[in-house]
C-alpha cells in the first residue's frame, strides 16, 4: 500500500522552481547526473547524486515504508473475526506481505544514508508522513474487501510505473512488491464480489464500504498536480513516471467498470463517462479534509501511531537480544 505526495500538511502550496544546482554542487556532476537519469540509466546506491534527489528519495521511500507497516493495523484487527478459515489465511498472508514490503522499502532507503532507527523516529514523532487511507476506521468486513480492491488497486496504480524509477534499488524492490499487491487486489475484489452477490445485509455492507473508501481511495495519489509542491522535480529526474492526476484518473478508469460489475453505484453524482477525453469525469475531491488527515487529524490516526510506538517500545527485548547474539558472534570470530 501506498502515497505519492504528502507535504508537511499545512495546507496547499506551490510548485517550487525546479533549479539544476542544490548547495553549490559542481555543475559538472550535475549535468553528467541529468544525463545519465535523461538516458533512462538507473542511479546506483555509491553513484554520485544530488543531495535534494537523495533527500527527494528518502523522504518518499521511508513515506512508501512506513505506509506499508501502518497499513498492517487495519487489515490486522480484523484477522481474528474473518468470517471462514480460508478468509483468515488470506488475510494472514496479506498482513505479512504488508510487513515484508515495509522491510525491502526500508532496506532501500538505508542505501542512501539514513537509518532505520531515524526512519522510525521520524514516524512515531510525527515528522515523517504516511498514507492518509490509513488513518480511517475499518468498521465491518466489507470495509477489509473495500481495502483490497480500492486501496491496494490504488497501491499498484502507483506503484507499477516505480519499477521504472530512477533509483536502481528502489525500482528492483518494487518488482516484488507489484506481484504481492497484485495478489492483494484481486482476493479483496474476489471478496466484494462475494458480498455483492450475497444476502440483502451482505449487499448493504458492500455498499457502505464503497461509499466510504471511494474518495480516501482517490486522496491517495496526493494533491493535484498545480499544488504538489514535490511532482515538478520527482518527475524530471524521473523518481516519478507520471503525475498525481494522470495516475488518479487511470484509478477511477479502471474502478467504475468494476464497481458496476457489482452491481454497486460509485458515490459520486459527477461521474460521467466523457466520449472526448475517453475516461470519467468526476467530482470535486474535498482537500480540506486530505490535508487535515495528513496533519494527524484522522479519525484513528493518534490511534495508529501510539500501536505503531507500543509494538515498538513492547519488542526491544528482540532488538536487544539480536544485537547482543550478533556482538557474541563478531566477539568469537575475532578471537
Known amino acids: ?95 505479512q506481505d504488508e510487513a515484508g514490503h515495509g522491510l525491502y522499502l526500508y532496506c532501500a532507503a538505508e542505501t542512501l544514508g539514513t537509518s532505520r532507527e531515524e526512519m522510525i523516529e521520524a514516524l512515531h514523532s510525527g515528522k515523517a508522513k504516511y498514507s492518509t487511507i490509513f488513518n480511517y476506521p475499518t468498521l465491518t468486513w466489507a470495509d477489509i474487501a473495500a481495502i483490497g480492491w480500492l486501496v491496494d488497486g490504488a497501491a499498484i496504480m502507483n506503484q507499477v510505473p516505480l519499477q521504472r524509477t530512477s533509483y536502481g534499488p528502489y525500482a528492483r524492490a518494487m518488482v516484488r512488491v507489484c506481484k504481492e499487491e497484485s495478489f492483494h487486489q484481486r482476493q479483496g475484489y474476489e471478496a466484494m464480489i462475494a458480498l455483492a452477490n450475497g444476502t440483502e445485509e451482505q449487499k448493504r455492507m458492500a455498499q457502505d464500504a464503497l461509499n466510504r473508501w ?89 490511534e495508529r501511531l501510539k500501536a505503531r510506538r507500543d509494538a515498538w517500545e513492547s519488542q526491544a527485548w528482540v532488538r536487544e537480544a539480536a544485537d547482543a547474539h550478533q556482538a557474541k558472534k563478531r566477539a568469537a570470530a575475532a578471537a
Open 1 to 95: 500500500m501506498y502515497t505519492t505526495e504528502l507535504d508537511k500538511g499545512e495546507g496547499p502550496k506551490k510548485s517550487t522552481k525546479v533549479t539544476s544546482i542544490d548547495g553549490g554542487e559542481p555543475q559538472h556532476l550535475v549535468d553528467a547526473f541529468e544525463a545519465r537519469v535523461a538516458a533512462d540509466e538507473f542511479i546506483e546506491p555509491k553513484d554520485w547524486m544530488p543531495e535534494a534527489y537523495r533527500k527527494t528519495l528518502v523522504r518518499q521511500i521511508s513515506q512508501h515504508a512506513h505506509s506499508e507497516i501502518v497499513g498492517m493495523l487495519p487489515e490486522g484487527n480484523w484477522i481474528s473475526r474473518a468470517p471462514s478459515l480460508r478468509r483468515k489465511a488470506i488475510l494472514l498472508a496479506k498482513v
Open 214 to 302: 471511494w474518495w480516501p481511495s482517490l486522496m491517495m495519489f496526493g494533491p493535484p498536480d498545480d499544488k504538489s509542491p514535490n511532482t515538478e522535480r520527482s518527475m524530471r529526474w524521473r523518481i516519478k513516471r507520471e503525475t498525481n492526476d494522470e495516475l488518479r484518473q487511470k484509478f477511477v478508469d479502471i474502478s467504475v467498470p468494476q464497481a458496476e460489475y457489482l452491481g454497486l453505484k460509485v458515490p459520486d453524482p459527477d461521474l460521467e463517462w466523457n466520449e472526448e477525453k475517453g475516461g470519467y469525469d468526476f467530482g470535486d475531491i474535498d482537500w480540506e479534509e486530505f490535508y487535515a488527515v495528513v496533519r494527524g487529524e484522522g479519525p484513528v490516526a493518534k
